[in-house]
């Protein structure tokens, strides 16, 4: 049996997550980068006995979706959290991503003397703030998937009655066709 409209109804559910976890996290003010926004995709594969759906994801979108606890305070939904002993500020020092994100955000902090100080310095100072106080929860791509789950079992029985119709037409109309000649 070709499941034609039960694949499309999965396309429309993966692109409709996509779309509406983008527009989160622009609207937001995550999307810095574009990182995280470009790694946001999704797969459906049609098997023989099987349809699949992948949403696909960068790896710390998680964390900026569920949030992480911090040493010190915040909360994560999914238990996420820093340890005293985690790396955060040794991870700065050999990627600079935190340096680079304050300086896309033209984001400088000042010494205890008010000078500006430099984007590496903002990048140690905070890994720090993160490290203590954690990411907070941003469920980005949990609203829209949840939404979208509300509306997917109709969908997808509607799909599926549309593709047993239609096999069964072409299975008929074959023994119609055989039954005449």
């Known amino acids: 049996m070709n499941l034609v409209n039960l694949n499309k109804a999965l396309e429309k559910f993966g692109k409709t997550v996509v779309s509406r976890s983008r527009a989160n996290l622009t609207r937001s003010g995550k ?6 926004y470009n790694s946001l995709g999704y797969d459906t594969k049609v098997r023989k006995n099987s349809l699949s759906l992948n949403i696909i994801m960068g790896t710390y979108g998680i964390f900026q979706d569920r949030g992480v606890k911090g040493t010190e305070s915040g909360r994560s939904l999914d238990g996420f959290k820093y340890k005293k002993s ?4 040794g991870v700065e020092y050999h990627t600079g991503a935190l ?3 304050a300086k896309a955000r033209g984001l400088k902090f000042r010494d205890v003397k008010g000078r500006f100080v430099s984007h ?3 990048g140690f100072m905070l890994a720090n703030i993160i490290k203590k106080k954690g990411i907070k929860p ?3 791509f949990t609203n829209p998937y949840n939404n979208g789950l509300k509306r997917l079992p109709e969908e ?3 799909a599926f009655d549309l593709d047993v119709e239609a096999a069964l037409k072409l299975s008929l109309k074959d023994n119609y066709d055989t039954n005449k000649s």
């Open 138 to 140: 941003s469920l980005f």
């Open 31 to 36: 999307n810095v980068s574009k990182e995280l």
């Open 99 to 101: 340096a680079k994100w």
């Open 120 to 122: 590496k310095q903002t």
């Open 156 to 158: 997808i029985l509607t």
């Open 86 to 89: 985690s790396n955060l500020i």
